[in-house]
């Protein structure tokens, strides 16, 4: 994209949302973002104990059945994104943009590859060495052991849904799914695979989020809190159906 203009990237902190709250959040957003109502966002949110699966419906990389996930206080999402079954919690940083690739100047390829960016270049602050997914690995991994998921909805170049980030969940969660549908391999964690002592989630949340910025092209990030997002959260969380 041709360089200039001054570009700054909205973050929503949004705490800890649930994801059907999120999901309908993000769709009234790319809306509006289609529209020209608002600019360029990403919400940085975490999600309560939630098991979600891609558009291709992959419900056979569920181990154990439904019934038994929701009485682990899990909450089952089908989604529209791409992707497999992954598991989402506190203490994992999930980032949502809502983006307009052809503002941007991207492709798909290239918005996907900046996502994995992202979390490997927060990942190297801490001197964990982060690699994209090999052929049929999506994600970031560290050797074997995946680090970060990315699942993506894009639409008239417009995107939501995104990347999650693990920083220290509880990984026994992943243990009840294949995750993302590669089976034998680990799920693992920055506070697993960092050698140094970790500051809190929130300052890792404003990391990734200042990478995806430069990562994209943003000159700036302009930050919301909670109580500046509170009407729209609210207005998603009511009209559930």
């Not at 949502?96 to 996502?115: K, Q």
């Not at 602050?125 to 982060?130: E, I, S, T, W």
């Not at 090999?134 to 995107?159: H, L, M």
Request: aromatic share 6%.
């Amino acid at each position: 994209m041709s360089g200039g203009a001054r570009r700054v990237l909205e973050a929503w902190k949004l705490g800890l949302v649930r994801y059907g709250d999120a999901l309908r959040l993000q769709e009234r957003l790319v809306a509006d973002r289609r529209a020209s109502r608002v600019s360029d966002l990403v919400l940085s949110l975490q999600h309560p104990p939630t098991y979600t699966l891609g558009k291709r419906r992959t419900d056979h990389n569920l181990l154990l059945p439904e019934v038994e996930l929701r009485g682990l206080g899990a909450e089952i999402h089908r989604t529209e994104r791409g992707g497999d079954v992954t598991f989402h919690g506190p203490r994992q940083a999930v980032l949502y943009p809502i983006l307009s690739l052809r503002t941007i100047g991207l492709g798909a390829r290239r918005y996907v590859e900046g996502l994995e960016s992202a979390m490997i270049e927060v990942a190297a602050l801490y001197g964990v060495k982060a690699r994209p997914g090999a052929a049929g690995e999506t994600g970031v991994w560290v050797g074997d052991r995946k680090i970060g998921a990315i699942g993506v909805r894009i639409s008239s170049g417009f995107t939501c849904h995104g990347l999650a980030f693990n920083i220290d969940p509880d990984l026994g969660y992943f243990k009840h799914i294949v995750p993302c549908g590669i089976a034998d391999k680990e799920v693992t964690s920055l506070r697993r695979e960092a050698a140094v002592e970790l500051p809190p989630d929130e300052a890792i949340h404003d990391q990734l989020v200042q990478s995806l910025a430069r990562t994209f092209f943003f000159s700036d990030v302009e930050v919301k809190d909670e109580s500046e997002c509170a009407d729209m959260v609210c207005l998603s969380a009511a009209t559930q159906s």
